[in-house]
């Protein structure tokens, strides 16, 4: 037989034994009460709710009485128990309040002014003065307010629970009582000062104070604004009413958050008002206006979409509330309206703690900031426009943009569910212990009692769930729900014609998120979409999301073209826009990359199949050169007697992995020494390739062996393992004639090896060229092209001079005849390292040719500061302090024979011959002057070593850099900053002795 313990556990009790307990304790009347029985089963958490009522029966046991008589009053305050422990240790420490859900008073919604009477009556105020003062600002007082304040809300959730009043409704009543809270807080301000009268002092209700949609537990945004009281007796100039006012303000937000023996009511924000914690607390109208027209932000104006008059001087408030909103609605018109959009976007997603995303009901993702910021944004585009739009609350306005066409009806329907269900979560979560949070519990007993509170019986824990997930997904749809979707009815013929948006409608969308061509997205997307094939219909299925990343990336305009582009050229291909569509990270990159590269854009014209490893960081990861040679080599064997043809398979190879480097590049997966070495190995196996085709075609068209060793040193960036994009291929050419083989026939033949090669690499092709340039050579562009090893040491014995010992110091084999390579590099050693040393006058040589580089090379006009080369600080200060020091001592100090910057630098550390601090200085200059120009390179699709002068363009390159996009500024302070230093060192390392 079933004990009752069993029973109550059946019914729905956690803990069938305390119940019992519990209910014997009422008494015997309780224990049989089938109706008291029946509506604690039918609580959120019966346990809960049975522990408060047991707690208020012994303060004040006629309570179970009243519950047999009023079955509302039963049904109210048990629903309250159940969801809310607060509000039943508050209704156990004031016995009477439970009174308030009694009677037909207790489903009567009470108005504005009887809220506000309510609680200036509660702090001892004549609710009827037209400035109320306290009876004092005693401790007493403040807990009077409290629990006034509590007893109201008391009566708002029994009639929040039991269904009687809309979610609308609640937050509205909660606005008004927080209103009512304010005007009593400002009432017992007043009455420490007894000169108040002398200051009109308004307070402005922001955030979802002002929109009349607060929440159970929130803090309280303001906003003050005050003016000197004209005609008072004891009348006061501006200043000293402002003063006034700040102390009435300050005694106002003490009212309220100062703790007390019945708790805080909340905190009072004022951190909404112009210059933010850092400006004046209060500030007259004319204040607010001065700031507002010079200095506010787009942010600003978004946040006094919601401002309205909540206590004090209500005319005043009026006039504060209807100046701004003049400037509101002209807020999108803004010059950096769409930087200061993208700005709110990403302080929305910072505020998301560490592990708290996916249970965050507010700033999580699909959380409700998200909604809220994509109606304001929506109003602030088209609000200026259609007055209709003009609304505080987010589902009013959702409503208007809906109605106006805007939105479509199915996807504002949608939206206003997700948003009135989280909303009525995130209500339940603060009323179950009266505390400000946004996150949805873990325990499986929370859960529950969440599940039940929204009528879900049979499985409250996955039904909850289920039904939250589901409504976060929909919100986090929300971009492509309310910003993308509708610019694809604008342009494409589609049948849902409720979500169709003008053309005028759909470009100042489309302004808004940063496209700098409106008119021509609308063309693209048109393209892309209009029509009834597969293609089109999954382009109008991507595309939504796709132009929400496109407006994130630095140039949407780019992004877009880019995209109808390699769309156009890969869009019949099965595989393309299918990858696309179940890969959600291949799309969002390529929607990067397309939106910050014209280098990356190029190069996927031209390899569009490249499309599909962008979606793995390990696919980006750099190749083995063993791999990429390996690899080339069989590209040219498979285009025997076919030079052209085999060169350009091996640039097609070099082209994919271009690709492949740059996009690894701009997402952060390499850095820059990274990027340098790979560019250097991808320059030799293509090299290497293309000469093995060279001396294909030589010996084919002769009909015989070569006759000599050919083989190719690197010199430059490319010798010291420091290519970047735009860079080309510093060269020297060495043949060794084999045994029998005359030396002019020899080199006659190396020669056109030599010229082969570089036409070869030279022919026009759909991808970055590779020029080679042998201008290093002995003599430079007057001397032979080609020279014997032979050769080379008589020229370096008898006319060597500083400029090449210096230029052979990043001398190194590239390709061809590896033997032959390394014979010439050790017939270069003893100038490039020299065992004593060079000579006082060839430091002086060398400090005159830099000297004369700086005058004579800098492109006439630039600025100097600003160019990465030859500009003070830049690569050629860094590298010539790095050579300079390796000529002096390499000779006698091994570990500086290096052909790379940053390692001889490091090594000169270990030698004693520089210090740590100014190697990390140089350093610092050098990777970034050559990540910028890599940058100028990846952004505009062409090599310069100068920061562009425009403005636009500078942007784009700090947001490839990483840059935020108002961080263009910061990113050239930055570049001066570490070249200045540079400078510094290198004025002292290079120049001094």
Same mark, same amino acid.
């Given at each position: 037989m079933q004990t009752t313990a069993g029973r109550l556990a059946r019914l729905g009790f956690a803990d069938g034994a305390r119940a019992e307990r519990?209910?014997?304790?009422?008494?015997?009347?309780?224990?049989?009460?089938?109706?008291?029985l029946s509506s604690l089963v039918a609580a959120a958490d019966p346990d809960l709710a049975l522990t408060s009522l047991n707690r208020l029966a012994e303060q004040d046991p006629s309570v179970l009485g009243a519950l047999r008589a009023d079955p509302g009053l039963r049904e109210r305050l048990i629903g309250v128990f159940g969801v809310s422990a607060a509000l039943g240790d508050h209704v156990v420490r004031h016995p009477d309040h439970w009174r308030l859900l009694g009677g037909s008073a207790a489903v009567e919604r009470p108005t504005q002014g009887e809220l506000r009477a309510e609680l200036l009556l509660a702090v001892g105020a004549e609710p009827d003065e037209p400035e109320p003062r306290a009876a004092d600002a005693s401790t007493a007082t403040l807990s009077a307010l409290r629990?006034?304040?509590?007893?109201?809300?008391?009566? @708002?959730?029994?009639?929040?629970?039991?269904?009687?009043?809309?979610?609308?409704?609640?937050?509205?009543?909660?606005?008004?009582?927080?209103?009512?809270? @304010?005007?009593?807080?400002?009432a017992i301000a007043r009455s420490e000062h007894p000169e108040a009268g002398a200051v009109r002092l308004a307070v402005i209700g922001m955030g979802k104070c002002g929109a009349r949609e607060l929440n159970y537990i929130s803090d309280v945004d303001v906003i003050f604004v005050a003016e000197p009281r004209e005609g008072a007796d004891d009348s006061l100039d501006e200043h000293a009413a402002i003063k006034l006012a700040t102390r009435l303000a300050q005694g106002m937000m003490r009212a309220c958050s100062t703790s007390t023996p019945e708790g805080a009511l909340w905190e009072v924000d004022a951190a909404l008002r112009p210059e933010g914690k850092a400006g004046p607390l209060v500030r007259t109208l004319a204040s607010h206006l001065a700031y507002y027209r010079r200095w506010a932000k787009t942010w600003e104006f978004q946040a006094l979409l919601k401002a309205r008059p909540v206590a004090g001087d209500a005319e005043l408030g009026q006039q504060y509330v209807a100046a701004m909103n003049e400037m509101v609605w002209q807020?999108?018109?803004?010059?950096?309206?769409?930087?200061?959009?993208?700005?709110?976007?990403?302080?929305?997603?910072?505020?998301?703690?560490?592990?708290?995303?996916?249970? $965050?009901?507010?700033?999580?993702?699909?959380?409700?900031?998200?909604?809220?910021?994509?109606?304001?944004?929506?109003?602030?585009?088209?609000?200026? =426009?259609?007055?209709?739009?003009?609304?505080?609350?987010?589902?009013?306005?959702?409503g208007a943009l809906s109605r106006g066409g805007y939105v479509g009806r199915d996807d504002a329907k949608a939206l206003a569910e997700a948003y009135t269900f989280l909303r009525q979560v995130e209500h339940l979560i603060q009323l179950h212990r009266l505390r400000r949070t946004?996150?949805?519990p873990e325990g499986n007993a929370d859960l529950r009692r969440l599940g039940r509170s929204l009528g879900m019986t049979a499985d409250p824990v996955g039904e909850f769930t289920t039904r939250w997930r589901r409504h976060a997904m929909e919100a986090r749809r929300l971009h492509e729900k309310l910003f993308y979707r509708p610019l694809l009815q604008a342009v494409a013929r589609l049948p849902e014609s409720e979500d169709r948006l003008s053309t005028a409608a759909a470009k100042a969308r489309l302004e808004a998120l940063g496209y700098a061509d409106p008119g021509g997205a609308l063309r693209h997307i048109s393209a892309l979409t209009s029509g009834v094939s597969r293609r089109a219909a999954i382009q109008r299925t991507l595309l939504p999301v796709m132009l929400g990343w496109f407006a994130d990336a630095?140039?949407?305009?780019?992004?877009?073209?880019?995209?109808? $582009?390699?769309?156009?050229?890969?869009?019949?291909?099965?595989?393309?826009l299918r990858l696309l569509r179940d890969e959600t990270a291949v799309a969002s990159r390529l929607a990067r990359m397309l939106g910050t590269s014209r280098y990356v854009t190029g190069l996927l014209m031209n390899a569009p199949e490249a499309v599909a490893m962008l979606g793995s960081d390990t696919e980006l990861a750099p190749r083995p050169v063993e791999t990429l040679l390996s690899e080339a080599r069989t590209v040219v064997a498979r285009h025997p007697g076919d030079a052209e043809g085999?060169?350009?398979?091996?640039?097609?190879?070099?082209?994919?992995?271009?690709?492949?480097?740059?996009?690894?590049?701009?997402?952060?997966?390499?850095?820059?020494?990274?990027?340098?070495? &790979?560019?250097?190995?991808?320059?030799?196996? &293509?090299?290497q390739a293309a000469l093995d085709a060279a001396i294909d075609k030589v010996e084919?068209?002769?009909?015989?062996?070569? +006759?000599?060793?050919?083989?190719?040193?690197?010199?430059?960036? @490319?010798? +010291?393992?420091?290519?970047?994009?735009?860079?080309?291929?510093?060269?020297?050419?060495?043949?060794?004639?084999?045994?029998?083989?005359?030396?002019?026939?020899?080199?006659? &033949?190396?020669?056109?090896?030599?010229?082969?090669?570089?036409?070869?690499?030279? =022919?026009?092709?759909?991808d970055p060229p590779l020029l080679i340039d042998p201008g290093l050579r002995?003599? +430079?562009?007057?001397?032979?092209?080609?020279? &014997? @090893?032979?050769?080379?040491?008589?020229?370096?014995?008898?006319?060597?001079?500083?400029?090449?010992?210096?230029? =052979?110091?990043?001398?190194?084999?590239?390709?061809?005849?590896a033997e032959l390579g390394v014979g010439l590099l050790h017939l270069a050693d003893p100038l490039r390292y020299p065992e004593e040393g060079i000579s006082d006058a060839a430091v002086l040589e060398i400090r005159r040719l830099k000297a004369r580089m700086e005058a004579e090379r800098l492109p006439r006009g630039a600025d100097p500061a600003l160019h990465t080369k030859l500009g003070p600080g830049g690569l050629s200060d860094v590298e010539w302090v790095a050579q300079l020091i390796q000529l002096r001592h390499a000779g006698a100090r091994p570990a500086l024979r290096t052909t790379r910057t940053l390692e001889a630098l490091s090594a000169a550390v270990t030698e004693g011959l520089l210090s740590e601090a100014d190697e990390a200085v140089l350093a610092e200059a050098w990777r970034f002057a050559s990540r910028i120009r890599d940058a100028i390179v990846a952004v505009r699709g062409r090599a310069s070593d100068a920061i562009p002068v425009d403005a636009r363009e500078r942007t784009l390159i700090a947001r490839a850099l990483g840059y935020p996009p108002e961080g263009t500024e910061d990113f050239v302070d930055d570049y001066r900053r570490a070249t200045r230093r540079a400078r510094r060192v290198v004025e002292r390392v290079f120049y001094e002795d």
């Open positions: 519990l209910l014997d304790e009422l008494g015997p009347e309780a224990v049989g009460d089938l109706d008291l629990a006034a304040y509590r007893g109201r809300l008391l009566h @708002l959730a029994a009639r929040d629970v039991t269904g009687v009043v809309s979610l609308s409704g609640v937050t509205a009543e909660l606005s008004d009582l927080a209103g009512a809270a @304010l005007e009593a807080g400002l807020a999108a018109t803004r010059d950096r309206f769409v930087e200061d959009v993208q700005a709110m976007r990403r302080r929305v997603e910072a505020h998301v703690r560490s592990g708290e995303a996916d249970r $965050q009901l507010k700033l999580g993702p699909g959380g409700l900031r998200d909604i809220e910021f994509a109606v304001q944004l929506l109003q602030l585009v088209h609000g200026r =426009l259609d007055p209709l739009l003009r609304r505080r609350a987010t589902l009013p306005a959702l946004h996150v949805v630095p140039d949407p305009d780019a992004g877009l073209l880019g995209f109808r $582009q390699v769309s156009d050229k890969l869009g019949s291909t099965p595989w393309y085999a060169v350009a398979a091996v640039r097609a190879l070099r082209r994919r992995e271009l690709l492949r480097t740059a996009v690894a590049d701009l997402s952060g997966i390499i850095g820059i020494e990274e990027v340098g070495q &790979t560019l250097s190995n991808l320059n030799d196996v &293509t090299i084919m068209e002769r009909r015989t062996p070569l +006759g000599t060793r050919f083989a190719v040193i690197a010199m430059g960036r @490319l010798g +010291g393992i420091e290519s970047s994009y735009g860079s080309d291929a510093d060269v020297m050419f060495v043949h060794s004639p084999l045994e029998g083989v005359p030396e002019r026939q020899a080199t006659e &033949t190396a020669f056109e090896v030599a010229n082969e090669l570089r036409r070869l690499l030279a =022919l026009p092709a759909p002995p003599e +430079g562009k007057a001397g032979p092209l080609v020279r &014997t @090893l032979a050769s080379y040491a008589a020229y370096y014995e008898r006319w060597s001079s500083p400029w090449e010992s210096q230029a =052979l110091l990043r001398a190194r084999f590239s390709a061809g005849d």
